[in-house]
């Protein structure tokens, strides 16, 4: 991805001087995230699938992720209205 690993030799082409590649990011993505007790972010959903997986057969229980209803649910914090919040009607006199 990098020219060291793209295998690249620099300035090949004396007429070109743009960089047709992706750049080194410049801060580390995750923010420090994962480690030391931090929850992990930035996470693919077949990542996360495969840590399920893997937790699943290092510890003999099952794992896996929520569905979309059950995620719905607890973002909903068990109410059954749109909102996990009582709206309130406002009356204007």
């Not at 995230?33 to 699938?49: C, E, K, R, V, W």
């Not at 794992?63 to 009582?86: D, H, K, N, Q, V």
Request: charged fraction near 20%; aromatic fraction near 12%.
């Amino acid at each position: 991805m990098f020219a060291n690993q793209a295998g690249e030799k620099t300035n090949q082409d004396e007429l070109v001087d743009a960089v047709s590649r992706p750049t080194k990011p410049y801060v580390e993505m995750s923010f420090g995230m994962g480690l030391n007790g931090f929850p992990a972010i930035s996470m693919t959903q077949h990542a996360a699938n495969k840590y399920a997986e893997w937790l699943s057969a290092k510890t003999g229980h099952f794992y896996r992720l929520p569905t979309e209803a059950e995620w719905e649910y607890a973002c909903r914090a068990g109410t059954m209205t749109a909102y996990s919040f009582r709206q309130r009607s406002i009356s204007v006199k």
